[in-house]
């Protein structure tokens, strides 16, 4: 919903007032740069706080806004209006053929296979705090996803050491998904999914296999293994 803009400023001098969704636009702005709160900050001079208050809708006025507008290249006006895409290009963009591309705003932790491996399947996979960087989505995942960057060679050539995946624990794993189990060692491992029915205990009996044939297959009838998740996303980095 948008709200009207009040342009009466004469009477508090140097505050820009208004009430639209300005924060909406500020974030659109920040994140199609690839910038996090933290960036536009140092980039606009203002505190993160200012950021932060702004885009959550905290604060719908601010006198940092020509500040924060010039720091993204736009005009308050534009800021304001969230009609940024009517500007015409500027030199720099006029003969490119690529343009920025909004980023994700869900944040993903990246945690390591060993505490992929302490997961369980009734409690958060991982304490707050727990993962050491984030990436971002725009996928609709449910609040337990988490990310893994990939160890090993088994699952080449379609997987690669150090592509980084993004796995949903609440996604049940459909036959050629791709999973990450965890094993009898309590270590977690990444394998396409292949279910083989139920077995003579009246459980799933399902493989976990390599795409590497140099890898063998495990079989949850010979080794105790538990699905944590389906990947719903990979992301291979051509330059690290």
Do not use: C
Request: net charge negative.
């Amino acid at each position: 919903m948008y709200l009207s803009i009040n342009t009466n400023v004469a009477e508090h001098p140097g505050t820009i007032q208004y009430m639209s969704n300005i924060g909406k636009h500020i974030i659109a702005a920040r994140t199609a740069r690839g910038w996090s709160q933290g960036d536009l900050a140092a980039k606009a001079g203002v505190s993160q706080g200012t950021i932060g208050h702004l885009e959550s809708g905290r604060n719908q006025s601010s006198t940092k806004l020509p500040q924060i507008a010039s720091a993204l290249g736009l005009k308050v006006e534009e800021l304001i209006s969230g009609e940024t895409e009517k500007r015409a290009p500027n030199e720099e963009t006029r003969f490119s053929n690529v343009v920025p591309a909004p980023v994700g705003l869900r944040r993903i932790p990246l945690i390591s296979s060993v505490q992929a491996g302490m997961m369980t399947e009734a409690v958060d996979p991982f304490p707050p705090g727990g993962a050491f960087e984030y990436l971002l989505t725009d996928l609709d995942v449910s609040e337990h996803a988490f990310a893994l960057e990939l160890e090993g060679r088994s699952m080449e050539p379609e997987f690669r050491e150090g592509d980084r995946i993004i796995v949903d624990p609440a996604t049940q794993p459909q036959p050629g998904d791709y999973v990450v189990a965890k094993n009898g060692r309590e270590e977690a491992t990444f394998k396409k999914y292949r279910p083989r029915g139920i077995g003579a205990s009246g459980r799933e009996v399902f493989e976990l296999v390599p795409l590497n044939p140099d890898y063998p297959t495990i079989n949850s009838e010979n080794e105790p293994a538990r699905i944590i998740g389906v990947m719903v996303e990979h992301r291979r980095y051509r330059k690290r």
